[in-house]
T-cell receptor, first 110, second 115 residues
Framework: RKEVEQDPGPFNVPEGATVAFNCTYSNSASQSFFWYRQDCRKEPKLLMSVYSSGNEDGRFTAQLNRASQYISLLIRDSKLSDSATYLCVVNRYYGQNFVFGPGTRLSVLP | EPEVTQTPSHQVTQMGQEVILRCVPISNHLYFYWYRQILGQKVEFLVSFYNNEISEKSEIFDDQFSVERPDGSNFTLKIRSTKLEDSAMYFC?????????????FGPGTRLTVT
């Protein structure tokens, strides 16, 4: 089983739609969780860290379910500029490597 | 806003040649990393570096790879004898690791093409 799994998509949604991405991880020792976005041929950019209590940043909401080893990202009121690949990322300990999921591609259509 | 920088943005080299990819991490960060991404594939960890030594490395990071922090600001990745399959984007990242902050910030990458 892969350490971090995501539905590759693509998700094609109209502007203004709400879209949700899921991610599962296999290593129960994972400590920290993140969502990054990556535009084509660019570097991953931190979107948000994911906390056990869930957290929100504007139109973005992230949730973590440690019991099910599952992370989610909800995007409300999608904008054209949200079109990108969304990467689920986990790591086990401070200073240790990030393990990336394969990413979920989102296209927001006018 | 401080950022990680990388040079060059694109490097073309012939198989068997040595290449050095350069990175300047964010200045107060303590941990440095190299990742690679082969076109169309996921981002893969290569190596992490802390306190002037490698703290972790992946199976990909074999004897042809080495890292160095030659001075107080640069962090380099050397590939001794490049192979065709080394063609990829190479991303440098750094993180603070103080106050529980483990987020990693990535540079814009160096696209390495081995011919």
């Amino acid at each position: 089983r892969k350490e971090v799994e995501q539905d590759p998509g693509p998700f094609n949604v109209p502007e203004g739609a709400t879209v949700a991405f899921n991610c599962t991880y296999s290593n129960s020792a994972s400590q920290s969780f993140f969502w990054y976005r990556q535009d084509c041929r660019k570097e991953p950019k931190l979107l948000m860290s994911v906390y056990s209590s869930g957290n929100e940043d504007g139109r973005f909401t992230a949730q973590l379910n440690r019991a099910s080893q599952y992370i989610s990202l909800l995007i409300r009121d999608s904008k054209l500029s949200d079109s990108a690949t969304y990467l689920c990322v986990v790591n086990r300990y401070y200073g240790q490597n990030f393990v990336f999921g394969p990413g979920t591609r989102l296209s927001v259509l006018p | 806003e401080p950022e990680v920088t990388q040079t060059p943005s694109h490097q073309v080299t012939q198989m068997g040649q040595e290449v050095i990819l350069r990175c300047v991490p964010i200045s107060n960060h303590l941990y440095f990393y190299w990742y690679r991404q082969i076109l169309g594939q996921k981002v893969e960890f290569l190596v992490s570096f802390y306190n002037n030594e490698i703290s972790e490395k992946s199976e990909i990071f074999d004897d042809q790879f080495s890292v160095e922090r030659p001075d107080g600001s640069n962090f380099t990745l050397k590939i001794r004898s490049t192979k065709l399959e080394d063609s990829a984007m190479y991303f440098c990242a750094s993180s603070d690791q103080t106050s529980g902050r483990v987020e990693q910030y990535f540079g814009p990458g160096t696209r390495l093409t081995v011919t």
